[in-house]
């Protein structure tokens, strides 16, 4: 899947926050919905400009951020 067509980044668009193809609907919306349990059935009914390809490419991009990211442990956690 190519991430970049799907997950853009406009300044003039929710502050320049990656967004699902320019929508007002944040990456950070989509996962966090489905991260709460929301399923991906539900949040297509909710928002229906998305559609499969956007969840998918929001969370392909959540985890090349992931993997690309230094991790570090907290102390007293």
Sequence with gaps: MEIAERIQADPEILGGKPTIRGLRISVAL???????????????????????????????????????ERVLPVKGR
Excluded: T, W
Aim: glycine share 2%.
């Design 30 to 68: 989509v996962l966090k919905a489905l991260a709460a349990g929301v399923s991906e059935e539900e949040l297509l009914r909710e928002y229906p400009e998305l559609e499969p390809a956007d969840i998918r490419a929001a969370l392909a991009y959540a985890a090349q951020l992931v993997e690309e």
